[in-house]
C-alpha cells in the first residue's frame, strides 16, 4: 500500500508563486507515474502535471510555462511549482501515483489566488 500526503497549499495573490509537495510513503518500490490533478468540477478532475518514471513530463496547456512538476527520488517527494498564479488556478490540488497495486491519491491541498 502507498499513502500520499500533499502540503503547501495556501492563499496567493495573483502573480504570485506556490510550491506543492506530496510525499510517498509504504510500498514505494512500486511507485509508478505520479502527477497533480485539480478538481475542475463536481465529477472530474483534471490533469494538470504529470512526472513520468523516464523523466518525462506532461503539462495541461492552461499551465505551461507556468508550472514545473519535478521527482525527488531519495525523498520519494514529487513536487508542483506554480508561477504567475491566476485566480482560475484556485482548486483543490491532488497527488495522483500509479503503482502495481492500482491508483492511489492524496487528500488534497487548497490553493486559493485572490487579492
Known amino acids: 500500500q502507498v499513502n500520499l500526503v500533499e502540503s503547501g497549499g495556501g492563499l496567493v495573490q495573483p502573480g504570485g508563486s506556490l510550491r506543492l509537495s506530496c510525499a510517498a510513503s509504504?510500498?514505494?518500490?512500486?511507485?509508478?507515474?505520479m502527477g497533480w490533478y485539480r478538481q475542475a468540477t463536481e465529477n472530474e478532475r483534471e490533469m494538470v502535471a504529470a512526472?513520468?518514471?523516464?523523466?518525462?513530463?506532461r503539462y495541461a496547456d492552461s499551465v505551461k510555462g507556468r508550472f514545473t512538476i519535478s521527482r525527488d527520488k531519495v525523498k520519494n517527494t514529487v513536487y508542483l511549482q506554480m508561477s504567475s498564479l491566476k485566480p482560475e488556478d484556485t482548486d483543490v490540488y491532488y497527488c495522483?501515483?500509479?503503482?502495481?497495486?492500482?491508483?492511489?491519491w492524496g487528500q488534497g491541498t487548497q490553493v486559493t489566488v485572490s487579492s
Open positions: 495522483k501515483a500509479i503503482t502495481p497495486w492500482g491508483t492511489v
Open positions: 509504504g510500498r514505494i518500490s512500486g511507485l509508478n507515474t
Open positions: 512526472i513520468y518514471v523516464n523523466g518525462e513530463v
